[in-house]
């Protein structure tokens, strides 16, 4: 069943469609990735699903319900948590007021326990607890945001860029969190990532992006073995061809 599904979306940046007709679901306790290019309007989806845009046209709906053009603060409510690009922490609160934020939507008062649990996967944020986030390095800051989002104790997960600026070995730590999520919590996941190789690895099922629109779709096993994903987005060239130019080679899907 379908836990997030997306029915033939476009939304604008004024008079510019960023996405066009994008249609796509996340299965419950699935992680789903989409892949693409900068400016290939990957962000946007996820903002449209977060209710940060208006979609001009189409539908979205999460576990049954009709959430489309809903406020980012009901989308949360339901059990959507969204880290942003560019991890966007509060630099002058410290690592657990951050934490504390993430869970404004809910009432419990005592949310010791969530915090714990926060720490069990990032035990780096737990020796800094009282430091102010601005301090933190980069993939520190990046782990404080996927464990703001954990506060909210969401069903589906969107994540835009968690590997963005960060060292080939952060990367893979990152990763490992993210399926660990997934396993251990039951959660879905849409992943936004430039890093095709990470996401291929970590992820079910994927959907390429271009110039605002889906091109291909597949199960990430298959993705991993299509001549264009190896190409163009993991860097493999065919060595059999003598004197080939990347640059005057043509997409299959255009």
Same mark, same amino acid.
């Given at each position: 069943?379908?836990?997030?599904?997306? =029915?033939?979306? @476009?939304?604008?940046?004024?008079?510019?469609?960023? +996405?066009?007709?994008?249609?796509?679901?996340?299965?419950?306790?699935?992680? !789903?990735?989409?892949?693409?290019? /900068?400016?290939?309007?990957?962000?946007?989806?996820?903002?449209?699903?977060?209710?940060?845009? *208006?979609?001009?046209?189409?539908?979205?709906?999460?576990?049954?319900?009709?959430?489309? %053009? &809903?406020?980012? *603060?009901?989308?949360?409510?339901?059990?959507?948590?969204?880290?942003?690009?560019?991890?966007? !922490?509060?630099?002058?609160?410290?690592?657990?007021? /951050?934490?504390?934020?993430?869970?404004?939507?809910? =009432?419990?008062?005592?949310?010791?326990? *969530?915090?714990?649990?926060? #720490? %069990?996967?990032?035990?780096?944020?737990?020796?800094? &607890? $009282?430091?102010?986030?601005?301090?933190?390095?980069?993939?520190?800051?990046?782990?404080?945001? +996927?464990? &703001?989002?954990?506060?909210? =104790?969401?069903?589906?997960?969107?994540?835009? @860029?968690?590997?963005?600026?960060?060292?080939?070995?952060?990367?893979?730590?990152?990763?490992?969190?993210?399926?660990?999520?997934?396993?251990?919590?039951?959660?879905?996941?849409?992943? !936004?990532?430039? /890093?095709?190789?990470?996401?291929?690895?970590?992820? *079910?099922?994927? #959907?390429?992006? @271009?110039?605002?629109?889906?091109?291909?779709?597949?199960?990430?096993?298959?993705? $991993? /073995?299509?001549?264009?994903?190896?190409?163009?987005?993991?860097?493999?060239?065919?060595?059999?061809? &003598?004197?080939? =130019?990347?640059?005057?080679?043509?997409?299959?899907?255009?």
């Amino acid at each position: 069943m379908a836990l997030l599904e997306l =029915r033939n979306i @476009e939304t604008y940046y004024g008079p510019i469609m960023a +996405i066009r007709g994008v249609s796509l679901e996340v299965p419950e306790g699935a992680v !789903v990735t989409i892949l693409g290019a /900068n400016g290939a309007g990957k962000t946007t989806v996820l903002k449209t699903v977060g209710g940060a845009m *208006d979609p001009q046209k189409g539908s979205v709906s999460f576990a049954g319900q009709d959430i489309t %053009s &809903r406020d980012p *603060d009901r989308v949360a409510k339901l059990g959507i948590g969204h880290v942003p690009e560019g991890r966007e !922490v509060f630099p002058f609160l410290n690592v657990e007021e /951050n934490l504390g934020v993430g869970a404004f939507t809910r =009432r419990r008062t005592d949310l010791s326990s *969530d915090l714990e649990m926060v #720490y %069990s996967y990032f035990p780096a944020l737990a020796e800094h &607890r $009282k430091q102010a986030a601005g301090f933190l390095s980069g993939g520190q800051q990046q782990m404080l945001a +996927i464990g &703001r989002a954990l506060m909210l =104790r969401p069903k589906l997960m969107l994540l835009d @860029e968690p590997s963005l600026g960060l060292a080939p070995r952060l990367v893979a730590e990152i990763a490992a969190i993210v399926e660990r999520l997934n396993k251990e919590q039951g959660m879905a996941i849409l992943l !936004v990532e430039q /890093n095709a190789r990470m996401a291929l690895e970590v992820a *079910d099922y994927g #959907y390429v992006m @271009e110039v605002g629109r889906i091109v291909m779709e597949d199960t990430c096993e298959r993705l $991993k /073995n299509a001549t264009d994903i190896q190409e163009f987005y993991l860097g493999m060239k065919d060595q059999g061809v &003598r004197g080939r =130019r990347r640059w005057k080679q043509r997409k299959t899907w255009r």
